[in-house]
């Protein structure tokens, strides 16, 4: 298929720049699959087309404090570093940018000497850095120097702001390791969550480390010659024996996020899943067979991308399309601050 099939007009006034503080308070859109019927509602209605015995798959990952801003030493001038995992230690894998080439031997501080990085090696655009801290741990120094990496769509000219910090995480995150926040399930509240439990619904947690892929458009002509970065996850045995007993017993399950989709088609050994971790560089195209996910709750995705195919070999590219055409008529808030899509 061609990248241009998978195109549509945002307006950059459509890309939501703050969060909603009322988490549940963001538009919701239903699109169901067999009928392409489109409902629009608000997102702490979710429970009207969710049933008891219904298993939502939640990504607990939560983003780090990666983004780090400095400057060179010698020379002083300014350095961007963007962590992208933890190899071992303080030994982390990165993107930089700077006014100069950033080669092995290049050296930076940060926060006024509390934190510097020593580049180890190259390896294509990515760095192998060295972090030491000063007087503290490198995680420590971490937390007080380096920023949360918001989208590069998402302007913010002083920095994430103190909203930012809470609202850019889910409320059940607990393992850090996404450098971007696994934005469906931004929308849940801890309330809601309850309210949905007392009504029978059940949860199950994945970990999946959210990574560029959210942001790496689609270049080449033909959609099939794109590769996804890959992203870490892990899956319990508890956690895959709740969602081996759903499939088990007809009941749906449904990924909340795509990253979560990923991970669960990855792991997917015909209608079970194993538990263990791993990377998936699963690039989930029109024509895949969903083995694990019946339904999924994702926002509305940047045109041309990964994630916008993912949804398209979902739900039907068509359908799709015309769920965006109607949600931008509709005023809907797009990407990751966003409103909701439930695709049933």
Not at 165 to 194: C, R
Not at 224 to 248: Q, S, W, Y
Not at 269 to 280: A, H, W
């Amino acid at each position: 298929m061609r990248r241009d099939e998978f195109e549509y007009d945002l307006p950059e006034a459509r890309i939501a720049q703050v969060p909603l503080r009322d988490r549940t308070g963001a538009r919701l859109l239903v699109l169901e699959r067999a009928s392409g019927r489109i409902v629009h509602t608000r997102f702490d209605s979710l429970h009207e087309f969710l049933r008891a015995g219904d298993l939502l798959v939640l990504n607990d990952t939560r983003v780090m404090k990666c983004r780090l801003l400095g400057r060179r030493v010698p020379g002083g001038g300014k350095v961007e570093l963007l962590l992208l995992r933890r190899l071992e230690n303080d030994i982390y894998e990165s993107l930089g940018r700077a006014s100069r080439p950033l080669r092995p031997g290049s050296r930076f501080l940060f926060g006024d000497g509390l934190l510097s990085a020593l580049v180890l090696k190259k390896r294509g655009r990515k760095l192998v850095v060295s972090l030491t801290a000063n007087g503290k741990s490198v995680d420590e120094a971490l937390e007080q120097v380096a920023e949360l990496p918001l989208p590069p769509y998402i302007k913010r000219p002083h920095g994430p702001d103190e909203a930012d910090e809470v609202l850019y995480q889910t409320v059940y995150s607990e393992s850090p390791g996404a450098v971007a926040a696994p934005t469906a399930g931004l929308h849940f509240a801890g309330d809601y969550l309850e309210e949905l439990r007392s009504r029978g619904v059940e949860f199950a947690h994945i970990t999946v480390h959210t990574g560029l892929g959210s942001f790496t458009p689609i270049r080449t002509e033909h959609i099939e010659d794109h590769e996804v970065p890959p992203e870490e996850f892990r899956l319990t045995k508890v956690g895959a024996d709740v969602i081996n007993l759903a499939k088990e017993q007809g009941r749906r399950v449904i990924a909340v996020g795509t990253s979560c989709v990923r991970a669960l088609e990855t792991i997917a050994k015909g209608n079970k899943v194993k538990p263990g971790s791993g990377e998936t560089d699963l690039y989930i195209t029109p024509g895949h067979e969903f083995r694990i996910v019946d339904a999924m709750i994702t926002n509305f995705h940047q045109p041309c991308s990964p994630l916008i195919v993912l949804v398209s070999a979902f739900a039907g590219r068509e359908s799709i399309l015309d769920a965006y055409r109607e949600a931008l008529e509709g005023d809907y808030r797009f990407l990751s601050f966003g409103d909701a899509m439930l695709i049933m």
